[in-house]
């Protein structure tokens, strides 16, 4: 995707991470600011950690209408900013950032991508709803705290390291108030607790590309129809662990509408405009159809 219009006017985001060459974030919004007639430009900005806090100032500096950010600087980042909204707060984690007249307000629209795949893609609805999350890291806080501010009824959280689910668990209830429980790992999972979810999400990386045969140990046989079965993970389209649950009878989502619902919502934060939806995630297709990019994609990593 060209800049046909770049000139004295135009408008500058972009991307902070390290590393950025995989990103499908600059095609993605660089569509749609033609699309939309926007004099726009997204770049993106491999910034090692140890240049994080010049590099914030520049937004700044430069006059940057604002940034996505990624590995490595989600977390750091947040001290450097003037404001950090409430899921920002919650999750621990900033991806994105709007330039507000000098004041820099950060937020994290991974969490509402979630929430907003689940609508879009799946007809899914969290309020009242249980859930059962594979993992403790990054992706599991965000989808956590989105869900609980949705108002699921309960959380149940099974990950390789204990302590790390416990931790999870506490700060959703606190924080929430939302009723958060901790579950065995692995094949050790009772059977009763996964059938009377009603969604299930995977959000560790067993399965990614090129890894595509791995996948946690489960009692799948606990799964049927009438659950939602999510894996963050969009290359390979279909993981293992979706395959399984698709011979169960569960719907299965996979993490694509996350990653296009997280870049609608950042578009929108920046521009005020109206994203167009249609336009970003044909982008993204076709970027994930091409296999030389799928090939040096790291996936999650925006």
């Known amino acids: 995707m060209g800049f046909p219009n770049l000139d004295g006017k135009t408008r500058v985001c972009g991307l902070f991470g390290f590393p950025v060459e995989h990103s499908f974030s600059p095609a993605m919004h660089n569509a749609a600011f033609q699309n939309r007639g926007l004099n726009w430009a997204y770049l993106p900005f491999a910034v090692q950690p140890e240049h994080l806090a010049k590099a914030v100032q520049g937004i700044t500096a430069l006059n940057l209408a604002g940034v996505n950010i990624t590995v490595p600087h989600k977390q750091r980042v947040i001290p450097l900013l003037d404001e950090i909204d409430q899921a920002a707060a919650q999750i621990g984690a900033v991806n994105t950032i709007v330039n507000n007249q ?60 204990t302590e790390t689910a416990k931790a999870l668990a506490r700060e959703l209830s606190q924080k929430c108030g939302v009723a958060a429980e901790v579950l065995p790992w692995g094949l050790e999972l009772p059977a009763a607790a996964v059938a009377r979810v009603d969604l299930v999400v995977q959000t560790t990386s067993l399965g990614m590309w090129p890894n595509t045969q791995a996948c946690p140990e489960f009692p799948f046989g606990a799964l049927h129809p009438g659950q ?75």
């Open 102 to 161: 000098g004041k820099l307000v950060g937020y994290n629209t991974d969490g509402a991508g979630f929430i907003k795949s689940l609508a879009e893609e799946a007809n899914f609805e969290p309020r009242g709803k249980r859930v059962l999350l594979l993992g403790a890291g990054g992706a599991a806080r965000a989808v956590a705290f989105s869900l609980a501010m949705a108002g699921c009824q309960a959380i149940y959280i099974t990950n390789r390291t």
């Open 228 to 302: 939602l079965v999510c894996d963050l993970i969009y290359t390979p389209r279909q993981t293992a662990f979706l395959q399984q649950a698709s011979a169960r009878g569960a719907t299965i989502l996979n993490g694509l509408g996350m990653l296009l619902y997280q870049g609608v919502l950042a578009f929108e934060l920046w521009t005020g405009h109206t994203a167009p939806v249609e336009v970003m995630k044909e982008i993204l297709e076709r970027q994930l159809n091409d296999s030389k990019l799928v090939e040096r994609c790291e996936n999650r990593k925006l």
